[in-house]
């Protein structure tokens, strides 16, 4: 498929019929198309999603607005309502071989202030690719078809279906999006069903299953068939509130993000400024109140021992001098009391003794009590008690348990004045409160929209799990229904056949949609790796790239097979695997699409860049429609992207009116000098 001419008239800031030529040159692919933020580059590429699917096309602009509402706030304000507005899209297809060359014209206009009228007519040359191989320049014989204006939703379908052109058509906030791991995974379970081919095989199951059951109706098999068709349109209407429910819940996860960005913003200004101190003055201020009374609890402990026996440990060795003088009075002591009643014995034992033996025994005797006299008496005698040892002893025994407990609280007090130190310091570093003040309310006020952002969230999330189980129960309902219709014509023999062969057919399907899957899943594997390789500043972060097979989620892993938490990618790094990931799919898929890229650089890092505009953008697809600002393809990237380029255009607004216009050419080249 590749885009011929778009022509918007009355269409958003598009004042009158303004109309941009988008053929491509041999090996230059791409239309560089400029404009300043609010110029309308984002009104382009909804106007060209717009002509193809009408109320289903995703919209940037429409948000939660009604399809009329929409239309309707689309007619340039400057213009008549009720001649309304237009946009009118040419390109061509190849069908069955054969280039068909068609153009779309979606027109509307109020008709009085309650009612607005669409319009849609489709003109088509199915011949233009028989002409066209040997005049390439030839001009289309387009005829109105009113078949295919009729039915045209169904026919876009098959040629481009939205799923399909959702992974062609994106700007900056979709790349941002596909950076999360979650919104990755439900593109890639999308992508590969509808992209690659998957769902083709589901549907020849499901028609076989059709096969199965269409039989001509009894009485019975008319209310089976009533019941069926009920819970049909019951499915499709679950299936369309769980599709706005996706929606809105991507919304919301959108505002989610950026709430939660200005959040950290202020968080992080909030530090800057002290604001955790001053958060915390009170508890500090108490806690600096309590350690002052801890303190003094502790000095008057240590008063308390003071006073008591411990400064004896001071004369220490005095003391000791004191314990052995008490030991030497006790053992004179003892020697006195020994002495005296050696006498006694000794005039006992000399009366028992003969004459002749007296005289020795005497003399040594004496000498005993000599040698015993000599000991009981001191140098020095301070007639200490008598229970002076054992005082001693109990004083001995007093000092160690103060001093031990002494020891403790001058431990513990040094780590209290260590603590009212931390504490004086933080009590000083706190800022003033008026200093603080404004931003502790901004940040106050963002927490409260933070979590206002993901309630609705989580209120979108339960909604969408009562819509899935809802769309089980009715699903399984209807498969029930449709068992209970079959069972009903399993009577004769063609039918009994048909049911045999179909369900095997149907399970060979089953098999071969598995295996497709996985080939499909394998070759995305080494499509993105080799495309983020090629985008990657840093070469060697990511060595290898896996998809689970049920879940869809991506896993990266570092050089040493280890698992890359996509957390420690940088933004920019994650922008380009998301790209990876939408050029990977293109890549498999093998589709002659075009890729229309609104503010393609947003956050990327000047050698990032480089790459994208060397290596992604003249080979991402045989048409590439760019919708650059000033900032994005400037006058460095202008040249190094010139010769991919085949056309360019400038959206020039026009401030007093509020208006854009369309201007060939773009900033920095011929043609758009008059640009401010």
């Not at 404009?35 to 909804?46: A, E, M, P, Y």
């Not at 200005?262 to 500090?284: H, M, N, P």
């Not at 200490?384 to 002893?393: E, T």
Request: charged share 30%.
């Amino acid at each position: 498929m590749l885009l011929r001419k778009i022509t918007l008239e009355e269409f958003g800031a598009y004042r009158g019929k303004q109309s941009l030529d988008l053929t491509v040159k041999k090996n230059k692919p791409v239309i560089l198309i400029g404009g300043l933020n609010g110029c309308g580059k984002t009104t382009l590429l909804d106007a060209i999603q717009l002509a193809l699917y009408g109320p289903r096309a995703r919209c940037s602009g429409r948000g939660n607005k009604s399809y009329e509402t929409y239309l309707r706030e689309s007619i340039n304000r400057q213009a008549d309502s009720t001649r309304g507005a237009s946009v009118t899209l040419e390109f061509t297809v190849t069908v069955d071989g054969t280039e068909h060359y068609y153009k779309v014209v979606r027109t509307w206009r109020t008709s009085g202030k309650a009612t607005l009228k669409e319009f849609l007519s489709t003109l088509v040359d199915e011949e233009y690719g028989n002409r066209a191989k040997s005049d390439r320049h030839v001009e289309p014989k387009l005829a109105y078809s009113r078949v295919l204006s009729e039915g045209w939703a169904d026919h876009i379908e098959n040629l481009l279906p939205l799923e399909v052109a959702s992974l062609s058509f994106f700007d900056g906030e979709k790349i941002e999006s596909l950076a999360d791991p979650e919104r990755a995974a439900s593109v890639i379970e999308s992508a590969i069903h509808s992209l690659l081919g998957v769902s083709t095989v589901q549907q020849l199951r499901t028609d076989l299953l059709a096969l199965q059951r269409r039989q001509k109706l009894s009485d019975e098999e008319q209310h089976l068939m009533d019941k069926i068709h009920e819970e049909e349109r019951d499915r499709e209407s679950v299936k369309l509130q769980l599709a706005d429910a996706d929606q809105e819940l991507a919304q919301r996860r959108t505002e989610l993000i950026k709430a939660q960005r200005k959040l950290d913003t202020l968080e992080r200004e909030f530090e800057a400024q002290g604001g955790s101190l001053f958060e915390r003055r009170v508890e500090i201020e108490h806690d600096h109140k309590r350690v002052l009374a801890r303190l003094a609890e502790l000095r008057g402990s240590l008063m308390q021992l003071a006073a008591g026996p411990l400064p004896l440990l001071l004369v220490s060795s005095q003391l000791a001098d004191v314990r052995k003088q008490a030991k030497r009075e006790q053992a004179a002591g003892e020697a006195a009391q020994v002495l005296g009643v050696l006498e006694e014995r000794d005039r006992w034992l000399l009366k028992m003794l003969p004459e002749d033996a007296k005289a020795a025994v005497l003399e040594k005797l004496e000498a005993d009590r000599a040698t015993r006299s000599k000991a009981a008496h001191l140098k020095v005698d301070l007639a200490l008690p008598s229970d002076a040892l054992s005082q001693m002893s109990v004083l001995d025994e007093v000092l160690d348990r103060d001093k031990a407990r002494a020891t403790e609280l001058l431990k513990q007090t040094a780590e209290t004045i260590e603590e009212q130190v931390q504490l004086e310091r933080e009590l000083a570093g706190v800022p003033e409160k008026s200093k603080v003040e404004a931003i502790q309310e901004a940040r106050e006020e963002q927490i409260q929209e933070v979590v206002r952002v993901q309630a609705a969230c989580e209120r979108d999330s339960e909604r969408i799990s009562v819509l899935k189980r809802r769309l089980e129960n009715v699903t399984d309902s209807l498969k029930r229904a449709h068992d209970d219709f079959v069972r009903t014509k399993v009577k004769a023999e063609e039918v009994e056949r048909i049911i045999k062969y179909s369900e095997k057919a149907r399970t060979t399907l089953e098999r071969f949609a598995d295996a497709l899957l996985r080939r499909h899943i394998s070759r995305l594997e080494v499509a993105m790796l080799q495309s983020f390789k090629v985008l990657m500043r840093k070469q060697g972060l990511v060595q290898d790239l896996r998809i689970d097979t049920d879940k869809f989620t991506l896993t990266l892993a570092d050089n040493e097979g280890q698992p890359i938490d996509p957390g420690r990618l940088s933004a920019g790094e994650r922008q380009l695997l998301a790209v990876s990931l939408l050029w990977g799919l293109m890549k498999v898929a093998g589709n002659r699409l075009p890729s229309v890229i609104d503010t393609p650089l947003g956050r990327l890092d000047s050698r990032h860049r480089e790459h994208l505009v060397d290596r992604y953008f003249p080979y991402a697809s045989d048409q590439v429609l760019l919708l650059s600002t000033d900032e994005e393809i400037d006058e460095y990237l202008l040249g190094r992207l010139k010769k991919s380029v085949a056309r360019t255009y400038t959206l020039v607004h026009d401030d007093s009116n509020f208006t854009t216009s369309v201007v060939e050419g773009y900033w920095w080249n011929a043609g758009a000098q008059n640009v401010a």
